[in-house]
């Protein structure tokens, strides 16, 4: 294990030999969010319209006594408020905005991506930038955060690679199927579903959000390094500690009626004595 550079935030577990100003990059944390000065037009437009969106919300029901509460499991609210219930400092506030976005939108000739200058400095030095480049392009070695600790650690792809396999190959835990199976899981969700709505539990908003579709998005298998484990245990001692492995859902099939389902565990979590 390398740790010539004395951080306790990066541990370069790889062959791979990791610059100065990779391991301080890999120090602020695989959360951290460099500056730019490059985005998505369209990502733009959202943005102004949920400002517009959020403002006219905002002053139709200032002086409102309703206390509106969301009914959980229901998609958001796309509703606007017509112009005749606003007033006129808001509509033009409007115009004022969408004449700004335009401004800087028409900058860009017909281009998808909008190039401007930020007034404020960058948060990374130009050896960090040219090391995130260098570290992005590595198809080597794999970046992840630790099981415990919050460390970040790189590791040889190949290696990580064989952990993934030594637990998938472990019939105890895992069987390994010879077809797709979301597609007889989604009509088995749903009719769940139709009996709880029968039943009054859910409502017709709820049934509707909850429903299982077909997203084409999978579930992700991944591992997080145990590297609090003995290192002469370790899957390949010293160079690959064993992983907890994790089966992201997001923005599968299910994706929705998890959320629901996780609403009702949480209240026996609570109450689940400590030992």
Known sequence: MEKKNDSPFTINLSSTSISENSIKLLDKGLSFIPTYN??????????????????????YFFNSKIDYIKEPFTPDSNWVPPDFRLRRDIIKLEKDIIEATDSIINKTL????????????????????????????DNNIIIKKADKGGATVIMDLDNYLKE??????????????????????????????ARLKNRGFLSLKQLKFLT????????????????????DKWTIPH???PGRPIVSDVNSESRHVTKYIDSFLNLWLINIPVI
């Open 38 to 59: 490059k985005i998505l037009k369209d990502k733009i437009i959202f943005a102004r319209n949920k400002l517009i969106r959020n403002t006219k919300l905002h002053s």
């Open 164 to 193: 993934g396999y030594r637990q998938l190959n472990d019939t105890k835990y895992y069987k390994k199927i010879d077809k797709l199976i979301y597609p007889e899981v989604i009509p088995k969700i749903n009719r769940i579903l």
């Open 212 to 231: 299982a579709k077909d997203t084409g998005k999978h579930r992700y298998f991944y591992m997080l390094p145990k590297i609090h484990k003995e290192q």
């Open 110 to 137: 017909g281009k998808n991506i909008v190039d401007y200058s930020l007034k404020q400095n960058q948060n990374l030095s130009a050896q960090e930038i040219e090391a995130l480049l260098l570290l992005k392009n």
């Open 239 to 241: 160079k690959m500690p």
